[in-house]
């Protein structure tokens, strides 16, 4: 059955720019999914399907998820590794989920990595102090400018990527959001040192006409120096 497609009437003084987004919420079967099987909003299908093609999460398995607000991706790791075992961390406050630790920091500022490895350390059972995963769905706010926009998001992966060769035990995974188009070889060049396999996906939840895919590397190779 064909879906019906909803019209809005622009109001007034709504930017264009706002009426085309929520269009586009209206009309996007994920965003109507997601609310009727409970889900902070569409970006949990994301992780789903990465899960279900690279097997990720497992019970028991510690896993950190860097800008997490609203908590889509944490609200579905939780119901994988269990209750206790997902760090939650942003820079803005995100309602509770159960069995999810909130942790507000901006993971970017020098003191950041001790402090998420000692809250680690807290995790009942956690006996190497680290994490088994790191997630990151972060993409910087838009200026306009596709250059500028391209780099932010790239030393937000970056970032994403330095923090997790500090807290990933050893055999961990990565999975980082970045948009095609730009130049990442610097990241691949790093991911594929450091992992064992390191491979593109792009769900098929991500809007067509986006240009966001997902790094996802697996089997870390922790120094020992570390």
């Given amino acids: 059955m064909p879906r019906k497609f909803i019209r809005v009437n622009k109001a007034k003084r709504m930017k264009k720019s706002s009426h085309k987004w929520l269009l586009r919420q ?6 109507e999914q997601a609310r009727a099987e409970g889900w902070r909003c569409r970006a949990a299908f994301k992780i789903i399907e990465i899960d279900e093609k690279f097997k990720l999460f497992k019970k028991g398995k510690v896993v950190v998820d860097l800008g997490a607000a609203p908590g889509g991706w944490s609200q ?3 119901t994988k590794v269990g209750e206790g075992r997902v760090v939650a961390i942003d820079l803005l406050e995100i309602s ?5 630790s909130f942790f ?3 993971f970017l500022t020098l003191d950041a990595p001790q402090k998420i490895i000692e809250f680690l350390q807290e995790i009942k059972y956690n006996k190497r102090g680290g994490c088994d995963i790191v997630l990151s769905d972060m993409a910087a706010n838009t200026t306009g400018d596709a250059n500028t926009d391209h780099l932010r998001i790239i030393d937000l992966l970056e970032g994403a990527l330095d923090l997790s060769e500090k807290i990933l035990n050893d055999g961990g995974s990565f999975v980082g959001k970045i948009f095609q188009g730009g130049s990442s070889d610097e990241i691949l060049k790093k991911l594929r040192k450091n992992f064992s396999i390191v491979k593109y996906f792009k769900p ?5 006409d986006s240009s966001e895919t997902y790094l996802v590397a697996i089997g870390f190779k922790k120094k020992i120096s570390d």
Avoid: L, T, W
């Fill in 26 to 31: 209206i009309n996007d079967p994920f965003v």
């Fill in 76 to 78: 579905y790791v939780v």
């Fill in 96 to 100: 509770p989920i159960e069995g999810v």
């Fill in 104 to 106: 507000q920091q901006d």
């Fill in 204 to 208: 098929d939840s991500s809007r067509k």
